[in-house]
């Protein structure tokens, strides 16, 4: 256990730049959370659109989480070999597309193939946004620093929430102006970003390229290292941030309808449960992510995860207006847990290939996790209770509460066993595997010079 840090004194230690880089990444973050939660806030509204049952709608969260692995790998790459600033604008100039395409969607198909276009975009930002938050901040802030800019994820479902009541159903055009609405935010981030300029780390490694004969010898060189010594690290990465998007969207995509649906509750009292519930996750990233610091990441999420699955009977069975404690607590363990992982994930990391890295295990995850929705809202159905109406009802909160209690058990498992890499260097004078993948660029380019030379000496000799 390290010594407890005052918080105050450790957020002072980050400079102009440093809250720069950082805020401009926890708003894209944040607005990557709001356009995601746009569709799982308005499942009613979609199946009465497209004539869908709510299990098809669902298929539009799925597909999203699926294709968002294609884009981490896309952008993670272009990240690491060309810089942070111009894929992170990429990401969202596709997101202003396509979130105004998903708006003006007129049929089931057309909606389905927009969100997996979105996808694609969505899951490029995560890695680049870790990296510009996180890569140059003071090793002593890094825990309080991870976990505020995770509940840029908490912060935009909140928004998402408060968006969804003041704008979906309340013109003529139902649930269309949130999404249009949605694509409004990219603009700003765009320019925001466009004013900062690359890491300082990002610099560095950039520089020691440059010194070689061919960047892209080197950056291949670089490649070559990091799947040899670090492909074993990157499957466990993968399985841990897929019990980790278990965990998230096993709690949260359902949770609106489940309160609606199963407890009828009101629009507003879903609307006040839902921003309660993110509250307790944006203070439980903040404080955990804190608190990884003094007692270390694989302790923090393990204490999260046990706390949150003692909580899960109030949070599934608590059929009144009291059920809004159990949602802020069991938010807070959730995205307790959740604001280690930035900092975890970039520390277990390669250095060459840190966006990559922390991009794709992240979606990759995701893809293993993404049809938890689906299946619980599959599961419910079998759960059915008395109809409202002509309303069917269904029993998911008991789907939820199974489920999430299987999530916490492999969690705990997993991160019990796993590494921990807590306070490593980010700069390139201390990453190792930088420094063989340059020794074995060189060596390549002298064999390949000798080559050359002996071939040409044996083409002399047969003259």
Request: net charge neutral.
């Amino acid at each position: 256990m390290a010594k407890a840090p005052n918080p105050f004194k450790t957020l002072a230690l980050l400079n102009l730049q440093q809250w720069l880089f950082f805020l401009c990444a926890f708003i894209a973050w944040s607005w990557d959370a709001f356009d995601f939660f746009t569709v799982s806030l308005t499942i009613s509204q979609l199946g009465e659109e497209f004539d869908r049952t709510t299990s098809e709608i669902t298929w539009g969260i799925t597909l999203v989480l699926m294709f968002r692995s294609v884009g981490a790998i896309i952008f993670g790459i272009a990240s690491d070999r060309y810089g942070r600033k111009w894929p992170f604008v990429a990401n969202n100039v596709l997101f202003i597309v396509l979130e105004l395409g998903t708006g003006f969607c007129n049929t089931y198909k057309q909606f389905l193939a927009c969100r997996a276009l979105f996808g694609i975009a969505m899951g490029g930002l995560y890695g680049n946004a870790a990296a510009t938050a996180l890569e140059d901040c003071p090793e002593q802030a890094r825990g309080i620093i991870s976990g505020m800019l995770q509940q840029g994820y908490a912060f935009g479902y909140l928004l998402a929430v408060v968006f969804a009541r003041g704008l979906v159903d309340t013109t003529s055009h139902g649930w269309r102006p949130l999404f249009w609405f949605g694509a409004c935010p990219p603009v700003l981030i765009i320019i925001f970003r466009l004013c900062l300029p690359e890491t300082k780390s990002y610099q560095e490694r950039e520089a020691v390229r440059n010194e070689s004969d061919s960047v892209a010898s080197t950056f291949m060189a670089e490649a070559s290292v990091a799947l040899r010594k670090h492909w074993l690290l990157f499957v466990y990465l993968v399985l841990l941030m897929a019990g980790f998007n278990f965990m998230s969207h096993g709690s949260q995509d359902l949770y609106p309808q489940m309160l609606e649906n199963q407890f009828n509750f009101s629009p507003n009292a879903v609307t006040v449960t839902q921003v309660v519930a993110n509250l307790g996750a944006m203070t439980g990233g903040l404080l955990i992510g804190y608190c990884s610091q003094i007692f270390g990441r694989r302790f923090s999420i393990i204490v999260m995860s046990i706390v949150g699955g003692a909580l899960l009977y109030p949070y599934g069975f608590v059929s009144n207006k009291r059920v809004i404690a159990a949602a802020f607590f069991e938010q807070f363990c959730v995205q307790g847990a959740w604001g280690v992982i930035p900092i975890h994930l970039m520390e277990l990391s390669p250095g060459s290939f840190r966006t990559f890295v922390v991009g794709t295990s992240y979606q990759l995850g995701n893809l293993v996790s993404s049809a938890s929705s689906t299946i619980e809202s599959t599961i419910g159905e079998r759960f059915p209770l008395p109809p409202k109406g002509e309303t069917k009802r269904y029993e998911y909160g008991k789907v939820i509460a199974i489920f999430m209690a299987c999530v916490y058990v492999y969690v705990i498992v997993l991160t019990f066993f796993g590494p921990e890499r807590r306070g490593r260097k980010f700069d390139v004078a201390h990453d190792n595997d930088m420094a063989d993948a340059t020794g074995r660029a060189r060596l390549t380019r002298d064999e390949d010079r000798d080559s050359s030379d002996a071939g040409g000496y044996r083409k002399e000799a047969s003259v």
